[in-house]
């Protein structure tokens, strides 16, 4: 059973700073696009941001330029740099990993972690 533990959540406060990290299983993290996904009270699941090897970054319009996904290939683990947070920000993130060609929905998700930005 594919299985990806994710960690770093927590409380912060606006305009601050957090890290998620996601590690994977090495036999799907090389070929696999590795995304970030969060979930509001009561709203839907939405794309965060996604890292493929070869088909690069994507990012929702409301994270582009305070958020950071990138990868560590020897450590089959990717990351998530969040800055200048919001209190819109505050979800539950999950990792996924799914094939390229196919929707999210279908692939692998970790448990997921909360992210709690206020004062």
């Known amino acids: 059973q594919v299985q990806l533990v994710e960690s770093g959540g927590g409380l912060v406060e606006p305009g601050g700073s957090l890290r998620l990290s996601c590690l994977a299983p090495?036999?799907?993290?090389?070929?696999?696009?590795m995304g970030w996904f969060r979930q509001a009270p009561g709203q839907e699941r939405d794309l965060v941001a996604t890292?493929?090897?070869?088909?690069?970054?994507k990012y929702a319009d409301s994270v582009k330029g305070r958020f950071t996904i990138s990868r560590d290939n020897d450590k089959n683990t990717v990351y998530l740099q969040m800055n200048s947070l919001r209190s819109e920000d505050t979800a539950v993130y999950y990792c996924?990993?799914?094939?390229?060609?196919?929707?999210?929905?279908?692939?692998?998700w970790g448990q997921g972690t909360q992210v709690t930005v206020s004062s």
């Open positions: 996924a990993a799914y094939s390229p060609d196919r929707n999210p929905e279908t692939g692998y």
């Open positions: 890292i493929h090897s070869r088909a690069g970054t």
């Open positions: 090495r036999s799907i993290f090389s070929v696999y696009t």
